[in-house]
């Protein structure tokens, strides 16, 4: 290509682009502080992979529950649940009660009326505690974890069941 002296690059820089004098040189592509921020990046997606696989979204129905006094070594919770949130549980089901972990032994498919359950909890103010609604269905808990024995008996106490655990993966693949 003839030089006509009109051309729209400057000639220093075309001089320099047809000299190989400096192609040994050593060029800096990224600094550390990219390396940082690429490396944090990798980190994060890594661990919310490994959170997705491993780690578990739990569904949980919450309420309240009393000991009853009993003369076995576990001690059995009993908690009043509406409608709705018995639909959910079923036995076998993980939960805690007061903190202590537990699993519940007996759901039954009977529900009860505001009288009927004065039979299952014997005092009024555990049953105002316990029951929400008009009805309720009484489900059994055996606390069976360590600290069980601290319970205080006929004391109302907070209650958690898992009834899902679902692994996050899921959710987002279907």
Not at 27 to 55: E, K
Not at 83 to 112: K, L, M, Q, W, Y
Not at 118 to 139: F, H, K, T
Request: proline letters at 6%.
């Amino acid at each position: 290509m003839a030089d006509t002296g009109s051309s729209i690059f400057n000639k220093q820089a075309r001089e320099r682009l047809n000299s190989p004098e400096d192609l040994d040189r050593y060029v800096r592509v990224t600094t550390p502080s990219a390396w940082l921020v690429v490396i944090a990046a990798l980190l994060l997606v890594f661990g919310l992979l490994a959170w997705g696989i491993f780690g578990a979204v739990t569904t949980s129905v919450s309420g309240m529950c009393y000991v009853q006094d009993s003369a076995g070594d576990t001690p059995v919770a009993v908690c009043l649940l509406s409608p709705e949130a018995r639909a959910s549980v079923s036995e076998g089901d993980s939960c805690t009660v007061g903190g202590v972990s537990a699993h519940i032994a007996t759901v039954p498919n009977t529900h009860r009326s505001h009288d009927e359950a004065r039979n299952i909890v014997q005092s009024d103010y555990l049953l105002a505690a316990l029951m929400e609604g008009d009805w309720a269905y009484p489900v059994y808990i055996r606390v069976d974890g360590p600290g069980a024995s601290r319970l205080d008996p006929n004391v109302p106490l907070t209650m958690s069941i898992t009834v899902e655990r679902t692994a996050p993966i899921s959710l987002i693949l279907g």
